[in-house]
């Protein structure tokens, strides 16, 4: 009984990236006559190569997806590595430091959690904008990091690290930056990689952001691209080539997710408390 | 919650800090402001001569039905994700909890859909559904059922729904798996003893402990329906047809940068604002009474 439900929703929840992977190894021709198949031909290699190497089907506006993906993969890691970085040492300062307004610069970071970019779209492209930062990697990253989950992960776990560790680095006249370095760096290291696996999937989504701030192709990210072609509407779409781009675009994520199980759902867990 | 050993350092930590503040000023707190400084004003269409009109952008706002409608359909449209959502990972975590063989495999195509971004989502569903090729599409019309999310606004909004729920019912299974793993075996054997059924143990023993995670997880759906759903609505149906998945921050965008109605979409901007942050305040309140437990 538990296992026939567990069946139909496995069945239910896969089948939109069964039918991806289905559509993608098939000719244009073949997926433009209903009924669609629903068993993989052997056309995927041809189709994924294609759509690597020329986009989608040489439409104007259509960018080969290595360069989207390249673009994915930079936008990603730029936003896991710099949240991570800024938000690890304003934890620090915050939590092993006396100073002058320091609850106020708590309260800056603090009142940024959760609201999302959407909300302010409008004003955030403006000041974009007038920075100079459209069409830029800069411009894609920097603006998604401004976020406080991260320093409220970290300020939790170093308020966990027991006293007896900074007084003894104290004691032996070590700098606050070598405790940092050579303590509670590597201490922190499982937080590190659960939050990491999160932040790297939040950046390979985004999609209006992106959408915004690029005009040229260049900078084009593979999320918006494979939306921008569904969108396009086309006299005869080539849905082999948009759903070997759909693969492409949910093969890093997934890939992250599949392997790093153990992470993902620390870090998904860690984050919201 | 404070340190009792700190280090004494006079400008270091202000340099720590700084990267965060200076980002934060830059993109969040500067933003905000022109977001509700432009509500309070008007421009003309070439960016000059500014206005300030106090609350007028507010009033024309309230006065506009179309913005009502798209209020109550954001209400109708979360209660329809939350719920479904959580009805649906619930019933799949009570299962994976209770089978010990192939655990892992299920968990393991349960968590993929996280990994979908939700414009993408939008794709991989606009294609199932398509009203020529789509496959389930094809299915419905040969029980008779004729399915075009394209003409029909009330199956373009079930096809929203669709596809925003399954986007984020990986979420709510992990939370609700780990809730359930959790509650004490102990209890559960005891009430086995007792002659307690299947049914019986689950919703006077297992339901009412997971309350906190439920309530945690519909806040959490709440805002992810009000404002991650853009993605979604953007690839599948772009607020259409007419006006049918026209969601609050969908329009935000829309009448910002297609409608180019600046003080209208700040004042939309400032309102989900409010939104979010009270959303927020419930959802912080009830984790520090859930510290208590």
Redesign the interface.
């Known amino acids: 009984m538990?296992?026939l439900?567990?069946i139909i929703?496995?069945t239910v929840?896969?089948?939109?990236?069964w039918?991806?992977f289905v559509?993608a190894t098939h000719t244009q021709e073949i997926?433009?006559?209903?009924?669609?198949p629903?068993w993989p031909g052997t056309h995927l290699f041809e189709n994924i190569k294609l759509v690597l190497t020329e986009g989608y089907a040489n439409r104007p506006g259509s960018v080969p997806l290595y360069i989207t993906l390249t673009n994915s993969m930079i936008m990603a890691l730029g936003v896991a590595i710099g949240k991570i970085?800024?938000?690890i040492?304003?934890a620090?300062?915050?939590?092993?430091?006396?100073?002058p307004l320091?609850m106020l610069?708590f309260w800056?970071?603090f009142i940024?959690?959760?609201?999302?970019i959407?909300?302010?779209?409008?004003?955030?492209y403006?000041?974009?904008a007038s920075?100079g930062m459209l069409d830029s990697y800069p411009g894609l990253i920097?603006?998604l990091?401004?976020s406080a989950t991260a320093?409220f992960l970290f300020r939790q776990f170093?308020?966990s690290v027991p006293?007896e560790l900074?007084?003894a680095a104290?004691v032996d006249g070590a700098s606050?930056?070598r405790?940092f370095w050579d303590i509670l760096l590597p201490m922190s290291r499982t937080s590190i990689a659960a939050l990491f696996v999160i932040q790297f999937?939040y950046g390979?989504?985004?999609?209006?952001w992106p959408l915004?701030i690029t005009t040229k192709e260049s900078f084009y990210t593979v999320?918006?691209t494979?939306?921008r072609q569904?969108?396009v509407v086309d006299a005869v779409p080539a849905?082999n080539l948009?759903?070997a781009m759909?693969l492409l675009?949910?093969l890093p994520?997934?890939l992250?997710?599949?392997f790093m199980?153990r992470q993902?759902?620390r870090g998904?867990?860690e984050t919201?408390? | 919650m404070e340190k009792r050993v700190t280090f004494n350092e006079r400008w270091l930590p202000y340099f720590l800090v700084a990267p965060q503040i200076v980002i934060t000023l830059v993109f969040f707190f500067w933003p905000s402001g022109q977001a509700i400084f432009q509500s309070v004003i008007t421009e003309d269409a070439f960016g000059g001569n500014t206005k300030f009109v106090w609350f007028d952008n507010f009033v024309h706002l309230f006065s506009d039905p179309g913005y009502f409608d798209s209020v109550r359909l954001t209400v109708a449209f979360s209660a329809m994700v939350a719920s479904l959502g959580l009805a649906i990972s619930l019933l799949l975590a009570v299962m994976a909890d209770r089978v010990i063989r192939g655990a892992t495999f299920y968990k393991m195509i349960l968590v993929w859909p996280y990994a979908v971004a939700p414009a993408v989502a939008g794709v991989l569903w606009g294609f199932l559904f398509n009203p020529s090729v789509g496959v389930v599409a094809w299915m419905l019309s040969a029980i008779g059922i004729e399915f075009n999310y394209v003409v029909n606004g009330n199956q373009a909004l079930i096809l929203v729904v669709i596809a925003a729920v399954w986007n984020q019912v990986s979420y709510n299974f992990l939370f609700f798996l780990a809730g359930l793993q959790s509650i004490p075996k102990s209890l559960i054997e005891a009430a086995a003893i007792d002659g307690a059924g299947p049914g019986r143990r689950f919703w006077d023993i297992a339901f009412p402990l997971l309350s906190p995670t439920g309530f945690f997880l519909l806040v959490v759906n709440i805002i992810y329906a009000f404002f991650d759903t853009f993605g979604v609505v953007s690839a599948l149906t772009s607020g259409g047809p007419g006006q049918s998945t026209n969601i609050l921050v969908y329009k935000v965008y829309n009448d910002g940068f297609r409608g180019q109605d600046l003080g209208g979409s700040s004042a939309q901007s400032v309102i989900l604002m409010a939104i979010v942050i009270l959303l927020t305040f419930v959802q912080f309140r009830f984790i520090e009474r859930r510290v208590h437990y």
């Open positions: 538990s296992h439900i567990l929703g496995v929840i896969a089948f939109p990236i039918m991806t559509a997926m433009l006559k209903p009924p669609v629903i970085s800024i938000s040492i304003s620090f300062a915050i939590v092993y430091f006396r100073f320091r610069f800056a970071i940024t959690l959760m609201l999302p959407e909300v302010r779209i409008v004003p955030t403006g000041v974009v920075l920097i603006p990091i401004a320093t170093f308020l006293d900074a007084e104290r606050p930056m405790f999937i390979w989504k985004q999609y209006l915004l999320v918006m494979v939306s569904a969108n849905w948009l759903m759909a675009a949910m994520p997934v992250v997710v599949v199980q993902f759902v998904l867990v919201e408390k």
